[in-house]
Structures are given as structure tokens and as C-alpha cells.
């Protein structure tokens, strides 16, 4: 594909893509349940497929509080680090790609598009993820432990827009939680839904992608600007 330049970009108004990424680039929500079951484990408790997929997108620490409440006898910190140190352990072994996302984030770069990581999990996880890219295809990252307010609050994303230099509302989010959803909603990017390990309800809200696969940069920028044209 042709690289886009800056004109055509400001004209549409697309000026950053805003990522999620447990669920939505890395399908490492099967490594975070392991590591979950594991630790309550340990503590005599059972942790279910239901009680982990509440926590899915979820701030770590506000997680770690609802591990303290199935029998977790650790600070919280200590829980953030153990289930973080446990995930990239298996990345380590295999990065479980989702269809569609390292493909489209390649063009994006191409295409002088900027992209930031905006993940709950730990600066230090998301590096390895980065790493595993095998291309320059983030210009920022924001990990759970750089914002006060975690997911569904709206400082993570609005943090990505302001580390690309640009306006939240002038980016393209995408998001696999109902609580990541509400947090790129919140900051006010075009927003976009894709299903992996959890139902996402219809909304007015955000429009959903039943996959990236196949999707390119001309479908984000006339996305975009069909969301944007459609609100004025």
C-alpha cells in the first residue's frame, strides 16, 4: 500500500490508533487465568473461569484486591508482580498473536499512522510484547503502572493520545473489555470493539469488529470518518 503522507491524514482527522493489549493484540487472557488459578491455589481457593473473566481489562491492583477477597494473603504489589512474573513466563515460550493485529499495526507504521500501547498490565510486560513485534509499531507506551486511575477511568487513554501529541478524540481505539471500552469511550476516541474471551454488548457507544483480520488502514480511516461525520 502507498504511504499516506501527512496531508491526506490531517484531512481525514485520523491522527493516532490507541491499543489495547491483552485480548486484543496478544490472546493472553488463557495465560492470566493459569496464572490466577495458580495463586489462589495456593491458598487453599478456587478460582473460576467466571470469577477470572470479571477481572478481564481490569486495573491490576483493583484485581489484586478481589484476589485478597478469595483467600490471597499478599499485598497487593506482591499479587500484581507474581501474576506479571507468571504471564511473561509463557510469553516467553509462545506470544499467542491475535488474527489481524500485527498485520494492520505493520501497515499503520507504513503508513506513518502513530500507534500507542495503551495496556493495564505492567510497563515491563507490555515490553516484551513490544519486543516480540519485531518492528518499530508503537510510538508510546502506557502500562497499569504509569496512570492513577486505571481502566474504565479515562486517563490511559488520554495519556496514549498525549504521549503521540495529538487529541484523543482524533484517534481510533481499540478495545476487547467491556471495562476497556468504557475507558476509550470515556476519553472520547472513535471507538472499536473486538471480541475474544468475553461478550460485548451492542452499543451507540462504540462500533464492533468480529475480528481484525483483513481490516487495513483505509477501512480505519473511512471508519473514522464515517463516526466522526455521522456525530457533526
Known amino acids: 500500500m502507498p504511504r499516506l503522507n501527512s496531508s491526506p491524514v490531517t484531512e481525514l482527522r485520523l491522527a493516532g490508533v490507541l491499543w489495547d493489549m491483552d485480548g486484543t493484540i496478544v490472546d493472553t487472557e488463557p495465560y492470566w487465568i493459569t496464572a490466577e488459578e495458580s495463586l489462589v491455589a495456593r491458598f487453599g481457593g478456587t478460582w473460576t473461569t467466571e470469577a477470572a473473566l470479571a477481572v478481564v481489562g481490569a486495573d491490576l491492583w483493583d484485581a489484586a484486591r478481589i484476589f485478597?477477597?478469595?483467600?490471597?494473603?499478599l499485598p497487593e504489589d506482591e499479587i500484581v508482580?507474581?501474576?506479571?512474573?507468571?504471564?511473561i513466563d509463557q510469553i516467553s515460550e509462545h506470544v499467542p498473536w491475535r488474527p489481524g493485529a500485527r498485520e494492520l499495526l505493520e501497515e499503520l507504521t507504513e503508513a506513518g499512522i502513530p500507534?500507542?500501547?495503551?495496556?493495564?498490565?505492567?510497563?515491563?510486560?507490555?515490553?516484551r510484547v513490544v519486543e516480540a513485534m519485531g518492528f518499530d509499531a508503537f510510538a508510546a507506551v502506557v502500562g497499569g503502572d504509569d496512570v492513577t486511575n486505571g481502566k474504565p477511568h479515562a486517563e490511559p487513554y488520554l495519556r496514549?493520545?498525549?504521549?503521540?501529541?495529538?487529541?484523543?478524540?482524533?484517534?481510533?481505539a481499540f478495545e476487547d473489555s467491556t471495562t476497556g471500552l468504557a475507558a476509550a469511550v470515556a476519553s472520547g476516541a472513535v471507538t472499536?470493539?473486538?471480541?475474544?474471551?468475553?461478550?460485548?454488548p451492542d452499543s451507540d457507544s462504540y462500533?464492533?469488529?468480529?475480528?481484525?483480520?483483513?481490516?487495513?488502514?483505509?477501512?480505519l480511516v473511512h471508519h473514522f470518518r464515517t463516526i466522526r461525520e455521522a456525530a457533526a
Open 68 to 73: 485478597q477477597q478469595h483467600g490471597v494473603d
Open 81 to 87: 508482580d507474581t501474576l506479571t512474573n507468571q504471564v
Open 115 to 127: 500507534s500507542a500501547l495503551v495496556t493495564m498490565s505492567l510497563n515491563r510486560m507490555a515490553g
Open 160 to 172: 496514549g493520545a498525549s504521549l503521540l501529541g495529538v487529541d484523543a478524540t482524533d484517534c481510533i
Open 192 to 200: 472499536v470493539g473486538v471480541p475474544a474471551h468475553i461478550h460485548l
Open 207 to 219: 462500533t464492533l469488529w468480529p475480528t481484525l483480520e483483513g481490516r487495513t488502514v483505509r477501512d
